[in-house]
């Protein structure tokens, strides 16, 4: 079963006694059981991002084929 995690921003009000922060959720990530992890927001719809780890290695090329190109 996949997980999924809030993405959101924090606004700091600033108050004489407290400070108060406002969280907005912008979007989810989503960790799938193979271990694939993708990035939606909000702003961007039908627009899924893919997290990698940091490594040295090359980022996989992915072959839209011949029909997303013309």
Excluded: A, C
């Excluded at 406002?22 to 899924?48: A, C, M, R, S």
Aim: without cysteine; proline residues 7%.
């Amino acid at each position: 079963m996949p997980k999924f995690y809030n993405v959101v921003t924090r606004k700091t009000l600033n108050k004489p006694i407290n400070d108060k922060h406002i969280y907005h959720k912008v979007g989810v990530i989503k960790i799938t059981e193979n271990g694939g992890w993708f990035l939606q927001l909000y702003q961007q719809p039908n627009t899924d991002f893919m997290i990698f780890p940091n490594h040295k290695d090359n980022l996989p090329v992915i072959d839209f084929g011949s029909h997303e190109t013309e």
